[in-house]
């Protein structure tokens, strides 16, 4: 049974950072990609960060390059993600998500974080 469990989300004022987790259990993750989505209020679930398991190689939405940063520690089986100068439309639930790297899609999901940014 995979399972991601995402932590690390809160009240920060813009300007602040955080720093998710997400601890993944069931399998070795090897051969995965491991991303971060999110949901703000009224909009639909985006993309934000991804990284390769093996490799390292990132992606990131436009919207958080040079402010976000995912990583992981493979000993742990945690990702992360780094979010720093974080502003009020940051604010969303952000879920943890993997995959297979032959697969299109996310096939696992955690059940969220909330982030919010006052301004």
């Known amino acids: 049974q995979v399972q991601l469990v995402e932590s690390g989300g809160g009240l920060v004022q813009a300007g602040g950072s955080l720093r998710l987790s997400c601890a993944a259990s069931g399998r070795t993750f090897s051969g995965y990609d491991m991303g971060w989505f999110r949901r703000a209020p009224g909009k639909e679930r985006e993309f934000v960060a991804t990284?390769?398991?093996?490799?390292?190689?990132?992606r990131y939405a436009d919207s958080v390059k040079g402010r976000f940063t995912i990583s992981t520690d493979n000993a742990k089986n945690t990702v992360y993600l780094q979010m720093n100068n974080l502003r009020p439309d940051d604010t969303a639930v952000y879920y943890c998500?993997?995959?297979?790297?032959?697969?299109?899609?996310?096939?696992?999901w955690g059940q969220g974080t909330q982030v919010t940014v006052s301004s």
């Open positions: 990284i390769r398991r093996t490799g390292g190689t990132t």
């Open positions: 998500a993997a995959k297979m790297i032959v697969s299109t899609l996310y096939t696992w």
